[in-house]
């Protein structure tokens, strides 16, 4: 569905481009045929007046104006050429934000059914009451720890709405909330200012993410709460027990429901054959 638009935008942007490209071409044509024609009419009055045409009338000063005009013509041919392309350039730019702003033409995905709705607010209820009674539990035994209760709200969200979304499933789960929490607390040991290492930390956890292939929201969000410095590794251990547990609630409550699947992948294969194929090949060597 999304290649309709962009096959639109590169057949514009190809008809633009050789559009521009006539152009110029017609201009330095035009300009051509002007300097030919003016050359060729004087020449031909000079043969007829026997006077002596422009090359012979130049004296030393002429040349050297003459040298110098042609010494700088192709520089400031060469700036205004480069001026050119770079207003084009911009131009294109604005022109495809502007056409991007207006959307991709897209549906908007259909609403839950009022059965569906109900279905998903029983299960975040559920679960985040499981939840809160977890992290009381630790509170009681040491008071200086309980569960960062922020993040989970997204987290029901992602598993009860958007089950079959790839930020839903386990492995971004446990992954991105690895990858993030680390990085944050991390970043606590540095001499940075608060807001300073907040940001650098919530975009270096979103950059790892995207690039390993488990972008997970939530674990942005908690990357921003642990990068303040508020927090410790303790605190880490908690989210991720927590987050195991909301896997176990989704995993229970949703396949209750026989429209949806939860989890529609596991995905912790590839990471098992990265750690442990080379380790596999050393034994067998």
């Known amino acids: 569905a999304l290649r309709g638009p962009r096959h639109v935008c590169l057949v514009e942007r190809r008809a633009e481009r050789e559009s521009v490209r006539r152009r110029v071409r017609n201009k330095m044509v035009a300009s051509i045929r002007m300097g030919g024609s003016f050359l060729r009419k004087n020449l031909h009055e000079s043969k007829q007046d026997n006077t002596p045409t422009l090359s012979d009338r130049t004296s030393g000063r002429m040349q050297f104006v003459t040298a110098s005009v042609i010494s700088i013509s192709p520089i400031s041919g ?34 839950f059914t009022t059965r569906e709705s109900i279905f998903t607010f029983f299960g975040c209820f559920l679960s985040l009451l499981m939840l809160l009674y977890f992290s009381d539990a630790i509170s009681k035994r040491n008071p200086e720890y309980s569960l960062v209760l922020g993040p989970f709200g997204a987290l029901m969200t992602l598993q ?126």
Not at 96 to 104: D, E, S
Not at 184 to 198: E, I, K, Q, V, W
Not at 200 to 219: D, E, I, N, S, Y
């Open 160 to 285: 009860y709405s958007l089950t079959a979304a790839p930020a839903s499933q386990p492995r971004n789960i446990i992954l991105g909330q690895a990858i993030s929490l680390s990085i944050a607390l991390g970043m606590t040991y540095t001499s940075l200012g608060t807001n300073l290492r907040r940001a650098l930390a919530t975009a270096l956890a979103t950059m790892c993410m995207a690039r390993l292939g488990v972008t997970h929201p939530p674990a942005g969000a908690a990357a921003l709460l642990f990068a303040g410095g508020q927090y410790s590794w303790g605190h880490m251990g908690i989210m991720l027990a927590g987050n195991i547990l909301a896997i176990f609630s989704a995993t229970l409550i949703n396949d209750m429901n026989v429209k949806r699947q939860y989890p529609t992948f596991w995905g912790f294969g590839y990471w098992r054959k990265l750690f442990f194929s080379g380790n596999a090949k050393s034994k067998v060597a």
């Open 78 to 111: 060469s700036m205004q050429q480069n001026g050119f392309r770079l207003g084009i350039l911009l131009k294109r730019k604005l022109m495809l934000m502007v056409r991007k702003w207006t959307g991709a033409n897209n549906e908007p995905p259909p609403p």
